[in-house]
């Protein structure tokens, strides 16, 4: 089992930053991706930023790419995502996610995930 607990959400302007947290414990080896997901009001679960534990690749959102950053603390088995120019359209519940993924074109579907966090909110104001 793992468990995943999120940080770091809140409230920021447009063109603001936030760094969000995902704190991963428990058994490690039953999975190789770990990943962010948002889901705002109304909307679909959205794959933001994923990253390979067992080398360097990242995938990203095309929403995303240029201004968010997705990063790994191996030591203390922590995911980052360093959020910057934060536009309004970013609101969203913010999860982490941890899955085996066997092909990389689905890091960022969410069905491919089993393990979840419970979330942390982000809200960028206009």
């Known amino acids: 089992q793992v468990r995943l607990v999120e940080s770091g959400g809140g409230s920021v302007q447009t063109g603001g930053s936030l760094r969000l947290s995902c704190v991963a414990s428990?058994?490690?080896?039953?999975?190789?991706?770990l990943t962010w997901f948002r889901q705002a009001p109304g909307k679909e679960r959205e794959g933001v930023a994923a990253l390979f534990k067992g080398g360097d690749r990242r995938d990203y959102a095309d929403s995303v790419k240029g201004r968010f950053t997705v990063s790994h603390d191996k030591d203390k088995n922590i995911l980052y995502l360093n959020m910057n120019n934060l536009k309004p359209e970013d609101t969203a519940m913010y999860y982490c996610a941890a899955g085996l993924i066997y092909y990389y074109s689905t890091s960022l579907t969410w069905t491919h995930y089993e393990n979840w966090g419970q979330g942390t909110q982000v809200t960028v104001s206009s």
């Open positions: 428990g058994y490690s080896g039953g999975y190789n991706y």
